[in-house]
């Protein structure tokens, strides 16, 4: 029995999508009168997954060469043993991938309408960490060093930007995807005869899917775009997984996910507690590429039905759904609960003895001394002050070519973190306005 | 010098692309007055591609970790020596990601421009040949073996719906890449002061970009979705060239890819015509996935600028863009001058001894006999056929079980390709009138 | 309970390859006098997977980050339900890498013996078909064209080539990789005092393992090599897959891979003998390249356990291991069985009218004319052959340029498959004169 | 001209190779008196690089499918302007795929060899710090949390076992890949008459090359292999990167990327020294999979010469060797000159409250209390430790339940970063013996 547990492309929830699909082709064909109504019955009786030997059918799959072969087979099977005229109207007109196709799109709508609300949330999330740290200021790292500072909310900006883009992105391809799979074994629905047209519009609207403007069997575009989305999205997830567990370090100690019991233990290390979300977004980032490049080498399908390409879609990108699936949940969850120490963040800033700032003094010195004069006489104090272990602003204050521009409130002035991240903060509050008026935040959808 | 010829991306039009945003950059900056007015001809004269040695830069770049450090200290010497005061304006507030990243995106929109053209010229190209061939039976072929008959058009259709849908996700991916980057060294423009929402805007209406609702320097999605639309482009590609060099073969001999002079030819063989415009369609398909990849793999980029990731996308999309502007021209042009033979294309279907319309035949009888019952006949009097080298016509034609309910003129109706391809026939019409419908027509673009 | 048809990485075989490593671990330590043998028996009863509820299991993993944290909770719990004192013994010195690494080294070493032995069964079919066919004409073909004349012994010596590389490749990978991981929490041992060196020779000894000069926990070449050494022996699988589906074609007729009740049939297309195993080599070749880029992609991992990429080997490796299974179980059983049809590979080359031996003409007439104007005058003939509907044979005779320096006879023999393969044959004949010598035959394995 | 500096696979180094081949060909049929010897000067002396147009040849390249058809006939060209005969016999009896395979191979050994040369750099420098730093403390980390404490010198000698490792893989995929490829047009050496096996011999002493079982033109396992071998190199080094960067962040400190002049500067901030090395190994690991994928997933050629898979190759491998060249020479510098802040790495495992030493404490108590009563107690003494701000030491010795079984002096022991990390030194010992023991040290290569 399917339970609400069960994973999207689970064994039990893909075969029955694709009974549900043989008993929609039977409703739309008797619609249409192709096939009497007293057909319809015997076919949804036996179309329930909880009929069917998985394991059996699964072995017989690898002989066929698809599961729909077998598949048909059971189901007449258990059709004729009700009715044995409904059973010579099991999957009647229809090739195997019309179901198999039509079936995935059904369940891409299902499991991609779950990933784009996780990526809502995770953007929810981000928004508020956005509003609420706008002008909290941290340290910004290039290369892995310290850098100018800028705030954590223009960080957590930069997450819900992406975020937003990536749900959008899923939400266009899952769209563009849901057209109907149907066209008989060379995409002609010759046996159909003159029917096969009305028999597509009936299915179509059986389903709630779109009509194609022809069987697309081998032009995979649409598959290998939702391939795309959900790279993009663990892409997205994992450049915020990374920056969380860079942040999440002992040394660095400014933010921390969520704790939970049982979460993130270490069977040796009691002491630890493990960033777990990070680390499933990163795993989905460094698995999704290869699975992605998979979906677009497999484009190239011969003629009417590939030999290869097609079946390596199958295990595929129900794999790149589960990942999305659940790095979007993971860090919905992260972000939402996650825990961050501005005093850290300040403390870090501090500790790098004011280099991290240097460029506001080039810029408080550049009109005077030109850009390249002044970095270069800042490079000068900043390694002065590392080697003497002196604030940068001491440095500067005792340096003569500096004193004839600034004084030392100038100096100050031009190392404050606050003052530096104006600019970010005015960006952190524009963004979050653009989201309010786009109908994006958390009570928009 | 630039030199119309040049790819894209030669060292050449790389290094201008960057000078060409620094000099913008100074045209915005004196827009809005933060540099005089008088600083932007001195960088301009400066900033030409021809002043720079690309080898010495390279070799610099190298060390320094990126082009624009060793480029901007060029461009300030070069500056210098005409206009002190104006070398201090050179770069001003900008950081190396930032020109580097604006450069693509100029690259992109022109490049992406170009190769949307010729997916658009080849999908006209298959629209003609789906018009033309709308009738034209030939075999469906599922697992490279012949299934049930179709038409040349209806293959035909479906290349020119996948580059339609090609061209159209490249469009909106471009499209959506369209963002000036503008960040300064962590996204925070504090080198300007208070000027720098100013600059942004008037550096975006220098270039004709967009202004983001952030500085995009880690949060890579815009531009691997420019990778994921080229990558599905090349599979689109892909696609339509395996199937030219499958029908191409010797042995099918249904197409051949235009002749010209020094074209596919070969060293030892003189008789041969090498379908190279496919093989250059292939190739792009085999190396796109990696590549796409590649852009996906480096997404995870750290803090505020990635250590690794952005530096793996450097030569990595500019190679995306190249084989995709290969790989559509090739077959853009091997569409238009495309050779069909006909009467091969029946010649194959008829030799096959029928079998391939014997779907037909199952249809006409499982009115009468239900499906399986019917496809258990088809396939003993298949093997009849072959096994005796008589026309399937003629064995069903003996075959009590046919007799029974169908007489001669049924079954060779059943067996008739035209017959059997009607509604293949009304799927390519109807795809036509939408494309021309929707303005997609090579009259409209 | 485990049944010989699980596929190696079932979820029971993973998780009693990890029990069965606890038990190990267990007996060395008592080996050693670390814990008291008789908390040794406790732990094996208790190791058993049909003790524990995987489902529970995977939800917990989930959470925690990995599979052991719950898995050593539960075997502890069961333990100290027999023995307290031995529950505290349980998993002792271990990390949960440990155990996971070395119980994946487990089973690779076990399923990956059965691939390379598949592999060897193929090469022994291609090697009988090598044998048998040395000197069976077959045309040579480029680019998808006929060139110049082959035998079909030459094919299947080429894969016969490829699969013994291959197996040769994985055997070589596995044997290095058949290393103890144990090194605890970060492979300092440091939990077990002075006894990690001696704990750790008594472990590999109990598991049959080589002792690594260091734990490997973020050191993964010898896994990934594994994985390299899949995706080459996929890709030949691959490379076999695709010339039999070639050869297979309606148009070809070549070969056809073996039948079987419920093989490679169509729901709707009685007629049909789909080249089965094929597809299955060929989706695998199209899948593995992904996956081993995942194992690439994820070797940086970061200092003593990795955050995500270690993650991202767990469902990836075990793909690749079921992929080349398949595919090399799949064509090892298609060529042993392979249907060869010698009378359509010569109708095959007659057909083409000659052209596809011209290069014998060229070469004939090389030494009297040189070899630009041999081809030249040889690309004339094929172009009047062609069009005129002759065979080359006779125009040739019929040409002044050609009759000069050729009489009937020379040109006749010029053109003969069997004379332009003769060392073709000999080159079947050296490799498996070689192949025997090396003692990879048949006989010796 | 070729200059020393060129990268491996320049455009004019690749030409050259190619035409080396070309010169090697005529000499070696003129060994055998296929040629006559006269023919052999003038053909040498056309083949120099410098006497072609590389960009034109480019662009005859595209439209010929090949580079060698137009180079030829250059190459034709040139000889007969100074020797008529002569020109006859150029390219006598090979196809293009056998010259450029052939050149392809001679430039990977050479290539090759400089990357084996620099990773073995890398591993001497490797070793030179595992051996200075053998008992240095340093905070083992895991999923970038602080655990248990280990040394720097096994960090050290892990990177030194990848790269060994690394480099032995390399060494025997490019000597597995030193096989002639001499076949001609469809591997039958046809146009050599019964001359082909002799040539082969010569020409493969020409070159210094194993004469191969049978023209490998579609069998591409050998150049797979290399790359693979490439990609665990690329893998390695970004591991070692990847770490490298991560000790050097601002927060960590533990080591430095040596400085120069233009090395890792910062255009606006004049205080940063960025990793660059570091940075290029990242890159090359984040590059390397998707390049590798595509020479696996280009693996199934089609019969005697591939449509597409071939072509792939051409600008893959090449970019391989590329960026595992300037990983492996990046890294090599970077680790002979490596800044180590041994200070550093033990104010970072102090400043963690002892946490990151808590394991030694849970071994301690352990034979006491069981493994799990001793976590649980630890766990939660860490809690109290890191909530009061006190040393968990101090911590432990207050509590009864630790003090009923460790005094202080125990405590203090059990939590003393050099005994905990004893074993480790020992580990790093024993590999660095290994390694002198098997010749792999800076003095043997």
């Known amino acids: 029995m399917i339970t609400s547990d069960q994973p999207p492309f689970s064994p039990m929830r893909r075969v029955q999508a694709l009974l549900d699909v043989e008993v929609a082709l039977a409703e739309a064909l008797a619609d249409i009168g192709v096939i009497p109504s007293t057909s319809v019955a015997p076919i949804r009786a036996a179309a329930r997954v909880e009929n069917y030997d998985l394991t059996a059918l699964a072995a017989e799959a690898e002989l066929a060469g698809n599961p729909m072969i077998p598949l048909v087979r059971h189901l007449t099977r258990l059709v004729a043993a009700e009715d044995a005229r ?6 009647w007109g229809a090739t195997s991938q019309d179901v198999m196709d039509t079936a995935l799109v059904l369940q891409l709508r299902m499991a991609g309408g779950g990933i784009a609300d996780a990526l809502g949330r995770a953007a929810d999330a981000a928004a508020t960490l956005a509003d609420r740290h706008a002008a909290t200021p941290i340290a910004g790292r290039t290369w892995l060093q310290q850098a100018t500072p800028t705030t954590f909310g223009a960080k957590a900006v930069t997450w819900m930007l992406g ?25 002609t629905l010759a046996s159909l005869g003159n029917a096969g047209p009305a028999a597509t519009t009936a299915l179509a609207a ?13 032009e995979r575009g649409r598959v290998a775009d939702v391939a795309c989305a959900l790279g993009l999205a663990c892409g997205t997830l994992g ?5 969380l567990a860079l942040l999440a370090q002992t040394e660095v100690g400014e933010v921390a996910e969520p ?17 777990v979300a990070s680390a499933r977004a990163l795993a989905a980032a460094v698995r999704a590429p290869g699975l992605v490049a998979t979906m677009l080498a497999a484009m190239p399908q011969e003629h009417e039905r590939a030999i290869g390409g097609w079946q390596a879609e199958w295990d595929t990108l129900p794999v790149l759904v589960t990942l999305a699936a659940d ?11 996650l825990e961050v120490n501005a ?11 004011g280099g991290a700032r240097a460029e506001g003094l080039v810029a408080a010195l550049a009109p005077h001394l030109g850009r390249a004069e002044a970095a270069h006489i800042v490079e000068e104090l900043c390694r002065r002050a590392v080697a003497g272990g002196h604030p940068l602003a001491h440095v500067a204050a005792d340096d003569p070519r500096v004193r004839t521009h600034l004084d030392a409130a100038a100096i100050t002035s031009a190392l404050d973190p606050v003052a530096l991240t104006a600019t970010a903060h005015a960006i952190v509050r524009r963004a979050l306005q653009h989201r309010h008026r786009d109908g994006k935040g958390p009570d928009h959808g």
């Open 327 to 337: 790095a979007s949940t993971a860090l919905a969850d992260a972000l939402a609960h």
């Open 259 to 275: 704790s939970a019991p049982g979460r993130g233990g270490s069977s040796s290390m009691p002491h630890k507690r493990n960033p």
């Open 163 to 187: 975020l937003d883009r990536a749900r959008a992105r899923l939400v266009a391809a899952l769209d563009a995807a849901s057209d109907l799979q149907f066209g008989g074994a060379t995409g």
């Open 206 to 218: 059986r389903l709630g899917l779109r009509v194609a403007d022809a069987p697309w069997h081998t």
């Open 239 to 243: 450049k915020i997984g990374r920056d």
């Open 343 to 353: 005093t850290r963040m300040r403390a870090n800033l501090d500790a790098a003895g």
């Open 86 to 91: 409904a059973a010579g109207h099991v999957h």
